[in-house]
């Protein structure tokens, strides 16, 4: 054999091995009392060298994309529909749920169900917003104080709220009329200003209403930092999207349904779209046609998962494998939970 060859040969058998994945798409059918079912779901390993995280359309809150897109732009092996949101107002377009991504929030502002999702891929359910947020000003000074927002990058609906902007949001001009907004830039407040103010590309902005008077503890010149603080249970989780509702616990339907009053929702047959965790830590996503939450909480009891949350359903239930669609939403997405390679999580990853 020829020198060349030889050395050829060395440096091929020295390159890493491409990575294979065990994850896959399959179609069931599964029957039901009111009859036969089909899904169409994804499925995988927690111990897979991947990663699920949820991602937002053009990494920016209240703008929309086609699922394919946000899968494409972070390279996704798979990818389902995430968190509601308004899709019916193009100023709109905001989530109705929150979303933490690498431990930094990008949205909180509804949202029955909260599922994070650990650095072993492992999920976590809990009620509500398993997050505070602890803001503090001139920490470490006599004048040391707290503040707080209830809600993160959604546009406030009364004078009452308190609500955080960062460069997450789809704007950086905000124009509220009636609110006072603090900027903080590099960690110090940069400008206190009324009715409008410009999100710092290196800080953030705490917008109050009228009715509050939060915003007077803020002075030019002061320190100022946030930071979440998950509920206890809730340590381990990296990401986050709260949807809901809750469809199986312990292996058990576990549908509650106090939060909702729309009819599609409580009442009403739908395309739906759920994941959820099978006791062998085996994750699953999917989708079914013309089915209530009740019979979803029932399809995902007898696909074996211990626990399960309904996603975004309608127009907005869809999902993607292997560069193609299993099911095809019917319009754009605000947000997307996305199946990655590990070594890929931190290229797109949204910075705090």
Do not use: C
């Not at 009111?34 to 990494?59: D, I």
């Not at 965790?277 to 009891?301: C, P, W, Y």
């Amino acid at each position: 054999m020829k020198k060349w060859m030889v050395a050829l040969l060395v440096v091929l058998l020295a390159l890493p091995a491409e990575t294979s994945f065990a994850i896959g798409a399959k179609n069931a059918s599964v029957q039901l009392a009111t009859g036969k079912k089909y899904v169409s779901y994804v499925s995988f390993s927690a111990s897979e060298p991947v990663e699920l995280r949820p991602v937002l359309a053009q990494n920016k809150v209240g703008k929309t994309q086609e699922l394919a897109q946000m899968a494409k732009a972070h390279k996704a092996l798979a990818a389902i529909n995430g968190t509601y949101f308004n899709p019916y107002d193009e100023k709109d377009l905001q989530p109705m749920g929150g979303i933490v991504i690498n431990g930094a929030v990008q949205h909180f502002r509804g949202g029955a169900v909260a599922m994070g999702i650990t650095a072993q891929n492992e999920l976590i359910f809990s009620a509500g917003n398993p997050y505070s947020l602890v803001g503090t000003l001139n920490a470490g000074t006599p004048q040391e104080k707290s503040w707080s927002a209830f809600n993160v990058n959604h546009l406030p609906t009364s004078q009452a709220e308190a609500v955080l902007f960062t460069p997450a949001f789809r704007t950086t001009a905000l124009s509220i009329a009636g609110f006072r907004f603090v900027a903080v830039s590099g960690g110090k407040v940069s400008a206190i200003t009324k009715d409008s103010a410009a999100i710092p590309a290196n800080g953030f902005v705490v917008a109050y209403g009228s009715q509050r008077s939060d915003v007077d503890n803020f002075h030019v010149g002061d320190t100022a930092a946030y930071r979440l603080q998950p509920s206890p249970g809730f340590e381990k989780a990296v990401h986050m999207i709260s949807v809901g509702p809750r469809l199986v616990a312990a292996g058990k339907s576990a549908v509650d349904l106090s939060s909702f009053t729309e009819a599609k929702i409580t009442t009403q047959k739908g395309q739906r779209s759920f994941i959820g965790m099978k006791a062998d830590k085996t994750i699953v996503m999917g989708t079914v046609s013309n089915v209530t939450i009740l019979e979803l909480a029932e399809i995902a009891v007898k696909l074996g998962l211990a626990d399960a949350m309904a996603l975004d359903g309608g127009a907005s239930s869809g999902l993607y494998y292997n560069g193609s669609y299993v099911t095809k939403a019917g319009r754009n997405l605000s947000n997307a939970l996305v199946v990655v390679k590990k070594q890929q999580a931190a290229v797109s990853a949204p910075k705090k």
